[in-house]
């Protein structure tokens, strides 16, 4: 016997997952910016190697800022996609909400130690989990997805981050060849971040609604 879906007013919205996924990004975020910490000695005296310390902390911060930003850019769109989140939905989000939750393990880890292959290895890791898990939620909303515009974006955006994912597991390895290498893969992403997917989604979506006139045209 085939199972039945339920009624559409028994079904939960998106409302709740996109809340609880917005609190996660917040906090994650928000753990983050206070482990930076201003050198006292930056006040009254000039100390090259805490420059230094802070410089890389900081710039770390900044590449995972960018990471969950592009995140949680991305998330907030894909929602809107899913209207009636499924169990498998839920499931899909949970595990990118817990990969984007290890996130401030690896930023302080990197920023306290910029040259070690471990820690650039073990920040290229949660990186391309954070992609992989957001492409496996992406993958199960195209499926979900009747609308061919929504389709469309999704497959673009699809392989827009099998380029990331393939960056960051590369810098894996690379980060024991060279940290600076693993440094130049995280580096080379935030710019990439801001290439146009959506653009010729647009397109079709304009095609699509003019196909009704022009087969009712004589």
């Known amino acids: 016997m085939a199972k039945r879906e339920p009624v ?28 930076i910490h201003i050198p006292d000695s930056f006040a009254f005296a000039n100390n090259p190697a805490e420059l ?3 410089g890389a902390k900081f710039l770390t911060y900044m590449l995972s800022f960018f990471v969950i930003a592009n995140l949680w850019t991305s ?9 009636m989140p499924s169990r498998a939905t839920i499931w899909f989000n949970n595990f990118l909400l817990f990969c984007v939750s290890t996130i401030p393990i690896a930023t302080p880890f990197l920023g306290e130690f910029p040259t070690s292959p471990r820690a650039a290895a073990a920040y290229g890791f949660v990186a391309a989990s ?13 499926r979900r ?22 960056i960051y ?3 894996v390895p690379l980060a024991f060849v060279s940290p600076f290498l693993a440094w130049a ?21 304009q095609s699509l609604a003019e196909q009704p006139m022009r087969h009712s045209c004589p």
């Open 169 to 171: 597991l590369v810098s």
């Open 52 to 54: 230094r310390s802070f």
């Open 8 to 35: 559409p007013e028994l079904r939960p919205t998106g409302r709740r997952l996109e809340a609880f996924s917005d609190g996660v990004f917040a906090i994650v975020i928000t753990i983050m910016v206070v482990e």
């Open 130 to 142: 954070c992609t992989g898990a957001f492409m496996l939620l992406r993958s199960h909303a195209r």
């Open 185 to 205: 893969c995280f580096l080379a992403v935030p710019p990439m971040l801001f290439l146009p997917t959506v653009r010729a989604a647009s397109r079709l979506s």
């Open 75 to 83: 998330h907030h769109y894909l929602t809107f996609t899913v209207q």
């Open 145 to 166: 997805s009747h609308n061919p515009v929504h389709r469309d974006i999704h497959g673009r955006i699809l392989r827009k981050s099998a380029i990331f994912l393939t």
